[in-house]
């Protein structure tokens, strides 16, 4: 995977007052964002996250999101990126409204795509289009669109490949994005997994063997 120090990845780890790991954020410029958006200019948060309630409603994710947007003014950029959601996987809208950002585009089924910009006039960041076009393309089978972008991508993509030869006698197709150019283009806004059958998006997230069966014994037969 592409997305390491060399493109401006940061990973930062948040830590208790008695020095215990607790929280987590990851970001990079947006022009190498593993995601569909097109935000060159823009600092892009991948990913954020508190260990657990213990330590919500501390003021820690606000330090975190404070850390990359000083990161950001500093290497001159126009603002920072978020992409959000309500389902698993991605970060919540909540935290980031409540600190200064806004929403300024939306991608099926519902994700958002929220800024803080530096320069009201700068231009803003956007979703990638063409979902379903990009979803046809892979055509007849299971099809697993993933990367290493997230280290449990490769779990559920191990467990559903079983699972799909074992139980349901489908060989899946794995497509393994290799850079931040084709995780922009890919299927899904969310880019690092996707899960597609005979032309048919069945998850946009990374989901669980159970998750699975229980998708695929909904599905008509044919």
Not at 33 to 59: D, L, P, T
Not at 74 to 87: F, I, P, T, Y
Not at 89 to 99: E, H, K, Q, S, T
Not at 141 to 169: D, H, M, N, W
Request: proline share 6%; aromatic share 10%.
């Amino acid at each position: 995977m592409q997305a390491n120090a060399a493109f401006g990845l940061r990973a930062k780890i948040l830590l208790t007052p008695e020095g215990r790991p607790c929280g987590y954020i990851e970001y990079l410029p947006g022009e190498f964002a593993w995601r569909g958006v097109e935000a060159r200019g823009y600092m892009f948060v991948h990913c954020i996250w508190n260990q657990s309630r213990q330590h919500q409603r501390k003021g820690w994710g606000a330090a975190m999101i404070d850390a990359c947007i000083g990161d950001a003014k500093q290497a001159g950029m126009k603002g920072v990126a978020v992409m959000v959601r309500s389902s698993p996987w991605i970060a919540g809208r909540r935290l980031f409204l409540a600190n200064g950002f806004e929403l300024v585009d939306t991608a099926p089924p519902d994700y958002e795509l929220l800024v803080r910009k530096f320069d009201e006039d700068a231009a803003a960041p956007r979703f990638k289009k063409g979902w379903s076009r990009k979803v046809a393309r892979y055509g007849a089978g299971l099809t697993i669109v993933r990367s290493s972008q997230c280290p449990y991508t490769a779990k559920f993509t191990a467990e559903i490949a079983e699972a799909a030869e074992r139980e349901y006698r489908i060989e899946p197709r794995i497509v393994e994005l290799e850079s931040h150019r084709e995780a922009q283009n890919a299927p899904t806004p969310y880019a690092t997994f996707a899960l597609i059958y005979n032309g048919r998006l069945l998850a946009d997230h990374p989901i669980s063997r159970t998750r699975f069966r229980n998708i695929m014994n909904r599905l008509p037969r044919e």
